[in-house]
């Protein structure tokens, strides 16, 4: 069943179809450590003639050498480790484990350099220019490529937070009351939107100093990796290090993630800072969909199929949506510039063009979901992560169409979960894998 920070994800951000999540800094406490000694039980030398060492040694015939040797080894066999010892012992087991998660997370980077590079492109298309068609491809360039590399990724916790048939069922029950309490919030003229963005980038400054590590790996060189920074004591007795160091890549990454949040919070319009809040917001999708699990098919299809229903109510039938998105400023959803009015026309009341961080994460979930599939089936003929990716390219395509059309907001759940659950039941009849799908 999902846990607290699962749960307020699900319930609680998902209110604009938006999820982040708060994860334990592990990059903080990782280092490099050795293998910790073992207890060796030292058995009584015999006294006998050194030039006999091919020779099987007798046992002693005498029987209170014999008896005290006994004894001996008993009192050293029954020593245990201290609770300090184990504790210690502990730590440095978890500290090997994370690195060795570190090393795969940094490998799969290097597979998925390109994808990488490509998002990182991206965000030099505001240069370009602020028109429709850019404000399309930018949008459509960083989910598709977040819902891949999300899907992909390597991620340090052991099990990832399983979300329950009752959590899914309750989820689009919940988004409603948050996204009703923050309306009403603001059409009493209290604005909630400081509070919170400073929650909000306060997870997104942790969650870029997690996904920083890895990157960074691939880029700087190896020392960054192995590097080490010695501590003060008491520093290192708060954090339960077992050394008086913290790994170098976990400090960097924190800063970075500390100064990005900073920048977010400097006097600037938010026009000239947009690209930071986005990539606070890419660091949140990143991190939610490394660590929230839907664990089945079915607890899958209830939590899209109801968030399906909650996206199209909220939308269509109510200002309530727009009104949220449009008023609390926070890193929780994609900006680019709105194209340039037309000569005559009436101002826009926000600057920007919006995707919703939960357009990319709820059905996200879905497509990595979609790669323990590929693993518990080895599917022949196509791969139902492949096929999930697609699908969600396609479905987004849809309702890029028809907002161009009907030039009005959409609802991108309306397109993006018939398409996910629909690629999971047509490869499933494809690889004659149907009934092991559902």
Avoid at 69 to 89: C, D, F, H, P, Y
Avoid at 268 to 280: C, D, P, T
Avoid at 319 to 336: G, H, I, Q
Avoid at 373 to 392: C, E, K, R
């Amino acid at each position: 069943m999902i846990g607290g920070k699962g749960a307020f994800i699900l319930s609680i951000l998902s209110a604009w179809t938006v999820t982040t999540h708060g994860f334990t800094p592990y990059p903080l406490i990782r280092n490099q450590v050795g293998r910790t000694n073992k207890i060796r039980t030292l058995a009584p030398i015999s006294r006998k003639d050194a030039s006999s060492k091919d020779e099987a040694e007798e046992p002693s015939t005498n029987p209170f050498m014999a008896l005290f040797s006994n004894i001996g080894q008993k009192a050293l066999a029954s020593k245990v480790e201290t609770e300090g010892e184990r504790s210690v012992r502990l730590k440095r087991e978890e500290l090997e484990r994370l690195e060795g998660k570190e090393v795969e997370r940094a490998e799969r980077v290097k597979q998925d350099s390109l994808p990488y590079l490509f998002l990182l492109a991206l965000q030099f298309l505001p240069l370009v220019g602020t028109e429709r068609v850019e404000s399309v491809a930018y949008f459509f360039g960083v989910a598709v490529t977040t819902v891949y590399l999300g899907g992909r990724q390597v991620t340090l916790v052991e099990e990832e937070e399983r979300v329950s048939s009752e959590s899914a069922l309750f989820a689009p029950v919940a988004a409603s009351i948050s996204i009703g309490i923050l309306y009403l919030l603001i059409n009493s003229g209290i604005n909630p939107a400081a509070l919170y963005a400073a929650g909000v980038t306060l997870f997104g400054g942790l969650a870029i100093s997690d996904i920083g590590v890895p990157i960074l790996r691939n880029v700087l060189p190896e020392g960054f990796a192995s590097g080490k920074v010695k501590v003060p004591k008491k520093v290192s007795d708060s954090f339960g290090l077992v050394d008086e160091e913290l790994p170098l890549d976990g400090l960097v990454t924190l800063l970075l993630g500390l100064s990005i949040t900073a920048a977010y919070w400097s006097p600037f319009a938010m026009e000239q800072k947009f690209l930071v809040s986005n990539f606070i917001a890419w660091a949140l999708a990143m991190t939610s969909l490394g660590a929230i699990s839907l664990g089945s098919f079915q607890t899958a299809a209830i939590l899209l199929a109801g968030l399906f229903a909650y996206d199209i109510f909220w939308v269509f039938g109510t200002p309530v949506m727009m009104t949220v998105a449009t008023k609390v400023e926070a890193p929780v959803k994609f900006l680019y510039t709105a194209p340039p009015l037309l000569e005559g026309a009436e101002p826009r009341e926000y600057p920007f063009s919006v995707l919703g961080l939960g357009d990319v994460v709820i059905p996200g979930l879905f497509v990595r979901f979609m790669t323990k599939l590929d693993a518990a089936l080895q599917p022949q003929t196509i791969g139902y992560f492949n096929g999930a990716t697609a699908a969600y390219a396609l479905g987004l395509s849809a309702c890029f169409v028809v907002n161009e059309i009907t030039h009005s907001g959409q609802p991108a759940l309306l397109y993006l979960d018939p398409a996910c659950i629909g690629s999971a039941l047509a490869v499933g009849a494809l690889n004659g894998q149907l009934a092991d799908v559902w």
